[in-house]
């Protein structure tokens, strides 16, 4: 009778215990700072309307509208950008400052504009931002470099053009109701060809 009585109070202490370290894990638990979209169409949509490019023509007309952020490294920075830039190195989008800054544009409803020294160098970062949830961000089409007197030269930047328009292939392909549609390919029939076998001839 004691044993059995010993027994369950050593049972009720390791319940008790377990679930205190649920309750405690469950407190502890912090949720993820960054988390991204699952929605796939966040990133496609502007690649289908091709509406996430800002040409270098256009940032006078939109000036009070903007936000640019250059994500070159500091001291290409300092060397010289474009007026009323803020710098954002691309690996720290993610630091305090740099997510208060955003959220700040966000709120007072600016486009930001991404920029680098050449478009491909935003690519990145756009699509990071984009994917964590940001609204209205662009990528400006330009290049910057620095001449022989290190004065900074902004000039615009020639996108290639693929040879197949994919974006209008996806338009034709896409319904409107958002089904998919399976396209079936069809499977090539090889045919084999015997070949005889020759008789061997006889002697002489």
């Given at each position: 009778m004691k044993k059995e009585l010993e027994r369950t109070q050593n049972i009720s202490i390791s319940a008790i215990i377990f679930i205190l370290l649920i309750i405690i894990g469950v407190l502890s638990?912090?949720?993820?700072?960054?988390?991204?979209?699952?929605?796939?169409?966040?990133?496609?949509?502007?690649?289908?309307?091709?509406?996430?490019?800002?040409?270098?023509?256009?940032?006078?007309?939109?000036?009070?509208?903007?936000?640019?952020?250059?994500?070159?490294?500091?001291?290409?920075?300092?060397?010289?950008?474009?007026?009323?830039?803020?710098?954002?190195?691309?690996?720290?989008?993610?630091?305090?400052?740099?997510?208060?800054?955003?959220?700040?544009?966000?709120?007072?409803?600016?486009?930001?504009?991404?920029?680098?020294?050449?478009?491909?160098?935003?690519?990145?970062?756009?699509l990071f931002l984009t994917q964590l949830g940001y609204k209205n961000v662009k990528i400006l089409c330009a290049s910057l470099a620095n001449d022989s007197q290190n004065k900074l030269i902004v000039s615009d930047f020639q996108l290639e053009k693929p040879d197949q328009d994919y974006a209008s292939f996806m338009a034709k392909v896409k319904p409107a109701n958002g089904t998919q549609i399976n396209i079936e390919t069809k499977k090539k029939t090889i045919q084999f060809t015997k070949t005889k076998k020759k008789k061997t001839g006889g002697g002489c």
């Amino acid at each position: 009778m004691k044993k059995e009585l010993e027994r369950t109070q050593n049972i009720s202490i390791s319940a008790i215990i377990f679930i205190l370290l649920i309750i405690i894990g469950v407190l502890s638990f912090k949720k993820p700072v960054n988390v991204f979209n699952k929605d796939k169409n966040l990133p496609i949509t502007p690649i289908e309307k091709q509406d996430f490019i800002i040409n270098k023509s256009a940032l006078d007309s939109l000036k009070s509208d903007l936000a640019l952020v250059d994500l070159r490294a500091s001291h290409e920075f300092d060397r010289g950008s474009l007026a009323n830039a803020i710098n954002i190195y691309t690996p720290n989008l993610l630091d305090k400052n740099a997510k208060e800054q955003l959220e700040d544009f966000t709120k007072r409803n600016k486009i930001i504009v991404l920029f680098g020294s050449d478009p491909n160098q935003a690519n990145g970062a756009w699509l990071f931002l984009t994917q964590l949830g940001y609204k209205n961000v662009k990528i400006l089409c330009a290049s910057l470099a620095n001449d022989s007197q290190n004065k900074l030269i902004v000039s615009d930047f020639q996108l290639e053009k693929p040879d197949q328009d994919y974006a209008s292939f996806m338009a034709k392909v896409k319904p409107a109701n958002g089904t998919q549609i399976n396209i079936e390919t069809k499977k090539k029939t090889i045919q084999f060809t015997k070949t005889k076998k020759k008789k061997t001839g006889g002697g002489c």
